[in-house]
């Protein structure tokens, strides 16, 4: 069964990143008072893409996007989905964090190798982002793994089920609050829609992408959506044994952050940094010393 699942994982986290993202569109259609795409508008799409005709830019810019897949694909084992974390006994959360890095790292590879300015200037505010939020959200993860004196996520979710979810538990719920905060950024929702940005740079990193490259990094961002937003679901809302609650879960925290997206502005990327660096640093320190103190 394990064999099965090393397949079946990654297939699942395709479909359900898929999923969130024609319901992303057709939710945000129906907040705008319009009609919106069929739900199933992006799978439509990436087999339309597969189709058509594709111009490479060199080695890079083809091995970029297949290294930043591969990335994401391989974390999808590690996550636990339901009770079904193949790879559960192989790392902790360390090693989902440095995989994590993969992904924007592959992607940033393969679009500099297309020497369009635009794609350039997406790069580096997608690097500069990832500075700004990943620093309180590993205060955020070094406030869980004290809390639970482990990390393994999949130890981490065990405790919740027997106990209280995270971010209503004491002192974890200012974490839980600092995590709440990042997750926009994470996500790239407005206000931190700053690394694509159609109106200022024509989608950034993506705009030399069509035909299969295009399709290629339609999944790798709906697998990088199912991974921030299952980890969220893990690390603070208890996870789930049952498949169909912990996807319920995933799509209450999506739902959430698309209103969010829905009214808010997009910040400059000095903007969105700042911001980062203010108010979810400054929680997400507070909580790390309050688990310090208070201990397990």
Do not use: C
């Not at 505010?125 to 482990?150: D, K, Q, S």
């Not at 690394?195 to 030399?208: L, N, T």
């Not at 789930?240 to 996807?247: A, E, H, K, T």
């Amino acid at each position: 069964m394990r064999i099965v699942w090393l397949f079946l994982s990654p297939l699942i986290a395709l479909v359900a990143g898929v999923l969130l993202l024609g319901l992303s569109r057709k939710i945000m259609a129906r907040i705008h008072w319009r009609y919106g795409p069929p739900l199933l508008q992006p799978v439509i799409d990436i087999i339309r893409l597969f189709s058509q005709r594709s111009a490479s830019h060199g080695i890079l810019f083809d091995l970029g996007i297949v290294v930043s897949l591969a990335g994401s694909l391989i974390i999808t084992l590690f996550l636990p989905f339901g009770n079904i974390a193949p790879l559960s006994g192989s790392g902790g959360m360390l090693v989902i964090l440095y995989m994590m890095l993969i992904g924007p790292l592959g992607i940033a590879l393969s679009g500099g190798e297309s020497g369009n300015p635009n794609a350039s200037i997406g790069i580096s505010r997608n690097l500069m982002l990832a500075i700004g939020y990943e620093v309180p959200l590993l205060m955020v993860l070094l406030a869980v793994m004290t809390r639970y004196g482990t990390i393994s996520i999949v130890e981490i979710v065990r405790v919740q089920q027997a106990s209280t979810w995270s971010i209503a538990s004491w002192p974890l719920v200012v974490s839980g609050l600092a995590y709440l905060l990042v997750m926009p950024a994470m996500l790239g929702f407005r206000p931190f829609e700053v690394v694509q940005a159609p109106q200022e740079i024509s989608s950034g990193p993506m705009v030399e992408y069509g035909g299969s490259y295009l399709a290629l990094v339609s999944i790798q961002h709906a697998l990088s959506l199912y991974i921030t937003i299952s980890l969220f679901v893990n690390l603070m809302l208890g996870g789930s044994g049952n498949i169909v609650i912990f996807l319920f879960k995933m799509l209450v925290v999506f739902v959430l952050f698309l209103f969010v997206n829905a009214v808010f502005p997009r910040f400059r990327i000095e903007q969105a940094v700042r911001y980062l660096w203010r108010w979810p640093t400054l929680i997400g320190l507070i909580g790390l010393v309050l688990v310090a103190l208070v201990g397990r």
